[in-house]
């Protein structure tokens, strides 16, 4: 069974620009969940997609989006970065839903830098 | 609305001794809780999590923890630390009709040779 994957590892911006961000989830999952963790911080729920529809989002602003495929892997966008959008982003899959007890598998992240 | 506090940003510890994380929550409704650990430049890893049931939770690596509903707590032990220990840990919440975990601010735990 392969673990969550997300790429790339690192990404340096600069203010304006966009950037995507890509997860694959682990095998036999229909959920995934993005989260922003700031440095020093815990992270910080985005939102989360089952079987291609967004069913809950955090206090983020438009310019963050996604999106979810067929094959269930997924992708964060962010739009017009700022500075305060530098930190690292985890997503997360788990195969139910997003019930109360289901256990969300967390990728290594990528590490965003805006200048 | 749900939140969580880490009390203590740095634990240190020397190896063998008592480890004591503590976490209380705040929430209108039962809460599920987790705790999490992250290793430098990896993502979370699941340590253990109560649901319903019994209150005391073991976990993963010899840790476990103790639902206290009177103290809002959720406190994270083990009692013997290994060097291995050494890393940020989460405590977390969701409740019932929530999409989202909540986390705390993580304390990071040393552990002293």
């Known amino acids: 069974e392969t673990g969550v994957t997300q790429s790339p590892t690192h990404l340096i911006k600069t203010r304006g620009q966009q950037v995507t961000l890509r997860c694959s989830s682990q095998?036999?999952?229909?959920?995934v969940s993005w989260y922003q963790q700031a440095l020093g911080q815990g992270p910080q729920f985005i939102f989360q997609?089952?079987?291609?529809?967004?069913?809950g989002r955090g206090n983020f602003p438009p310019r963050f989006s996604g999106l979810q495929f067929p094959n269930y892997s997924s992708e964060l966008n962010v739009n017009a970065l700022e500075l305060d959008d530098s930190a690292l982003y985890l997503c997360?899959?788990?195969?139910?839903?997003?019930?109360?007890?289901?256990?969300?598998?967390f990728g290594p992240g990528t590490r965003l830098t805006v200048l | 609305a749900q939140s969580v506090t880490q009390l203590g940003s740095h634990v240190s510890v020397s190896e063998g001794a008592l480890v004591l994380l503590r976490c209380n929550y705040s929430?209108?409704?039962?809460?599920?809780l987790f705790w999490y650990v992250q290793y430098p430049n990896q993502g979370l890893q699941l340590l253990l999590k109560?649901?319903?049931?019994?209150?005391l939770v073991k976990g993963i690596n010899g840790f476990e923890a103790e639902f206290k509903k009177s103290e809002t707590s959720f406190h994270l032990t083990k009692p013997s630390a290994h060097m291995s220990d050494a890393a940020e840990y989460f405590c977390?919440?969701?409740?019932?009709?929530?999409?989202?975990?909540?986390f705390g601010a993580g304390t990071r735990l040393f552990v002293k040779a």
């Open positions: 997360a899959s788990s195969r139910a839903g997003g019930l109360l007890t289901d256990t969300q598998y």
């Open positions: 095998s036999g999952h229909n959920t």
């Open positions: 997609y089952y079987r291609e529809e967004e069913n």
């Open positions: 929430s209108s409704v039962p809460p599920y």
């Open positions: 109560y649901t319903t049931g019994a209150t």
């Open positions: 977390a919440v969701r409740v019932l009709g929530g999409f989202k975990t909540i």
